[in-house]
């Protein structure tokens, strides 16, 4: 007779998972990984994502907020969401919202940011860099959207459409 599944096995399960090893901690300096517990999950979702999966020729940019309770250093409080306390994660994905590539979100990037790439910017180019080349369109709402963005995805020779502030 199999037992049901109850709650309290969860929990268990929960307590002694881990990804990483605790003790090949990272030093906390300039190039610290906020997200090192979790990177090679990321990594390895990406890494097949590539592999298995052909992107269309229409993608998407887009920002996902994840409701989180946890105490972790990277999680954002947006007031005028109604998940308040959050994670936020960028994801590529089609038309059918088969997520391409993912991008999690750890607070300002001060080394990515600079005059010439914004703070939305730098996602964009990061996960729009595995299709480069190849003609695809990618499509994304104000909050990434810039005349400056748009410039740099064409010279990469990503066609880009977007809603665009009239003070931009």
Same mark, same amino acid.
């Given at each position: 007779?199999?037992?049901?599944?109850?709650?309290?096995?969860?929990?268990? *399960?929960? $307590?002694?998972?881990?990804?990483? !090893? #605790?003790?090949?901690?990272? !030093?906390?300096?300039?190039?610290?990984?906020?997200?090192? =517990?979790?990177?090679? %999950?990321?990594?390895?979702? /990406?890494? +097949?994502?590539?592999?298995?999966? /052909?992107?269309?020729?229409?993608? +998407? %940019?887009?920002? %996902?907020?994840?409701?989180? =309770?946890?105490?972790?250093?990277?999680?954002?409080?947006?007031?005028? =969401?109604? =998940?308040?306390?959050? /994670?936020?994660?960028?994801?590529? $994905? /089609?038309?059918?919202?088969?997520?391409?590539? *993912?991008?999690?979100? &750890?607070?300002?990037?001060?080394?990515?940011?600079?005059? !010439?790439?914004? +703070?939305?910017?730098?996602?964009?180019?990061?996960?729009?860099?595995? %299709?480069?080349? &190849?003609?695809?369109?990618?499509?994304?709402?104000?909050?990434?959207?810039?005349?400056?963005?748009? !410039?740099?995805?064409?010279?990469?020779?990503? #066609?880009? $459409?977007?809603?665009?502030?009239? #003070?931009?």
């Amino acid at each position: 007779m199999v037992r049901p599944w109850h709650e309290t096995d969860f929990l268990h *399960i929960l $307590c002694f998972l881990h990804f990483a !090893d #605790n003790s090949q901690r990272p !030093d906390k300096g300039e190039e610290y990984d906020r997200l090192w =517990k979790l990177r090679t %999950v990321f990594d390895k979702l /990406n890494e +097949a994502y590539a592999k298995f999966y /052909n992107p269309s020729e229409h993608l +998407a %940019v887009d920002e %996902v907020i994840v409701k989180f =309770k946890g105490r972790v250093i990277f999680r954002q409080y947006i007031p005028k =969401k109604r =998940k308040r306390f959050s /994670n936020k994660i960028y994801e590529l $994905c /089609n038309e059918s919202s088969y997520m391409y590539d *993912i991008r999690v979100y &750890l607070g300002t990037d001060s080394h990515t940011t600079t005059d !010439d790439m914004t +703070a939305t910017h730098t996602p964009v180019r990061h996960l729009t860099s595995r %299709v480069e080349g &190849l003609g695809h369109k990618i499509f994304m709402d104000i909050f990434f959207s810039s005349p400056r963005l748009f !410039d740099d995805l064409d010279r990469h020779k990503i #066609n880009s $459409c977007g809603t665009v502030q009239p #003070n931009r």
